[in-house]
């Protein structure tokens, strides 16, 4: 598994497996959309422990390619110079609104995305490249929208990798401050942190790059 060190590394990948994390016992919690060779092939909601399988058949049929993978969910925690558990502002804040990554919805999918990447971990080979999704201040363009429609999130994090526009921003901890890729807990070996995908009230699409 890697992590990209250019944007512009997105536009060279064609096979996506975009997800809209949940952590539910029995509703189809997350939100999946797959793509091969830059066309949609499937958007849906399945359960979470559907994820794996569905994760394995798209890696087979292209293990050869580049392969984007994009979780909707915290993929980093960021620490204070005190070891507390520290908001990633850039991310995370917007008009005084707060979606941390340590407590409430943000917490519980951040545990699903560790035991996601925990059970496809045997086959997150070179080919495959991490990033972490954030629509929580989404602009909200579909009043009519069912409330367990999860994959249209995921669609939003696609049409943003591929729109021209996606303008990059670059975070650097302060001092003592320490971000950690949960994939640490692992042991996966993977050079830096997965970049952030980011959907503002604005419908700005940023994507952040964490200088650890």
């Not at 009043?143 to 994959?151: G, Q």
């Not at 302060?174 to 050079?191: P, Q, S, V």
Request: net charge positive; aromatic share 10%; proline share 2%.
């Amino acid at each position: 598994m890697q992590i990209i060190q250019d944007v512009s590394e997105i536009k060279k990948i064609h096979n996506w497996f975009i997800v809209d994390v949940g952590y539910s016992n029995s509703r189809k919690s997350c939100g999946v959309v797959i793509v091969r060779n830059n066309e949609v092939i499937e958007k849906k909601d399945i359960v979470f422990s559907g994820m794996k399988e569905k994760f394995q058949k798209f890696y087979d049929k292209c293990e050869n390619e580049k392969i984007g993978l994009i979780l909707e969910a915290p993929l980093s925690m960021a620490f204070d110079k005190n070891k507390n558990p520290l908001g990633r502002k850039e991310l995370e804040k917007e008009e005084g609104v707060t979606r941390y990554w340590y407590y409430g919805a943000g917490a519980t999918v951040t545990l699903g995305a560790l035991e996601f990447i925990n059970r496809i971990k045997n086959i997150l080979t070179c080919n495959i490249y991490l990033f972490e999704g954030f629509v929580s201040f989404k602009k909200n363009e579909n009043e009519n929208r069912k409330k367990d429609e999860h994959w249209k999130d995921a669609m939003l994090l696609y049409k943003s990798i591929k729109n021209n526009k996606l303008h990059e921003e670059n975070i650097v901890p302060k001092d003592g401050e320490r971000y950690i890729f949960i994939g640490d807990y692992l042991n996966l070996e993977i050079n830096g942190i997965p970049p952030i995908v980011k959907i503002s009230k604005e419908n700005k699409k940023e994507i952040f790059m964490i200088k650890s």
